[in-house]
Antibody
């Protein structure tokens, strides 16, 4: 069955970096677009980034452009989110999610990784 | 950016009720809309995509309709497991955006 497992979350000081990983299994990872979506405490869902199957088509929400980098290793079935220059407002649970049939919807989600940016 | 506005922000309902949630887009998104259910501590779950297509495994008491800028999610015969927060999401263009959420609470 499809499984997505995020790791790499934790507490980090403002201005520092963190890299999230999402290990995928149970499907042909290399042919699917993948996304990162986050939820700040007490807030709703916010899309963060998308990377298409071959890794060449990438999009970001404006608030993370220039600071976050999404990438993937199709040989390792793993999605990444490199987060630099972290801010307090980046504090959230970060979910990786699989794309549904190229439609920019999210059909399978991980359980999430909590990132807390605090001094 | 396309803004998605959900209403109501919360609704109190009883088991067996029909619940309707509305989502409005700030511009025409044709039928590029999905609905998700989210329970605390769990991964969100897609219910409906492309406005009215029921995701595999989702009960038929969930249905979606609309086009352009006005969309609805209807839950017929509300069940205990349906108490959750529901989000709409537009997939017409980047940045992908969600509505603010509707909490379905027990009356």
């Amino acid at each position: 069955q499809v499984k997505l497992v995020e790791s790499g979350g934790g507490v980090v000081q403002p201005g520092k970096s963190l890299r999230l990983s999402c290990a995928a299994s149970g499907f042909m990872f290399r042919i699917y677009g993948m996304h990162w979506v986050r939820q700040a405490p007490g807030k709703g869902l916010e899309w963060v980034a998308t990377v298409w199957s071959d890794g060449t088509n990438i999009h970001y929400v404006d608030s993370v452009k220039g600071r976050f980098t999404v990438s993937r290793d199709n040989s390792e079935n793993t999605l990444y989110l490199q987060m630099n220059s972290l801010r307090a407002e980046d504090t959230a649970v970060y979910y990786c999610a699989r794309d549904l049939d190229g439609g920019h919807y999210f059909d399978y989600w991980g359980r999430g990784a909590l990132v807390t940016v605090s001094s | 950016d396309i803004q998605m506005t959900q209403s109501p922000s919360s609704v109190s309902a009883s088991v067996g009720d029909r619940v309707t949630i509305t989502c409005r887009a700030s511009q025409d998104i044709t039928t590029w809309l999905a609905w998700y259910q989210h329970k605390p501590g769990k991964a969100p779950k897609v219910l409906i995509y492309a406005t009215s297509s029921l995701q595999t495994g989702v009960p038929s008491r969930f249905s979606g309709s609309g086009s352009g800028t006005h969309f609805t999610l209807t839950i017929n015969n509300l069940q205990p497991e349906d108490f959750a927060i529901y989000y709409c999401q537009q997939a017409n263009s980047f940045p992908l955006t969600f509505g603010g959420g509707t909490k379905v609470e027990m009356k």
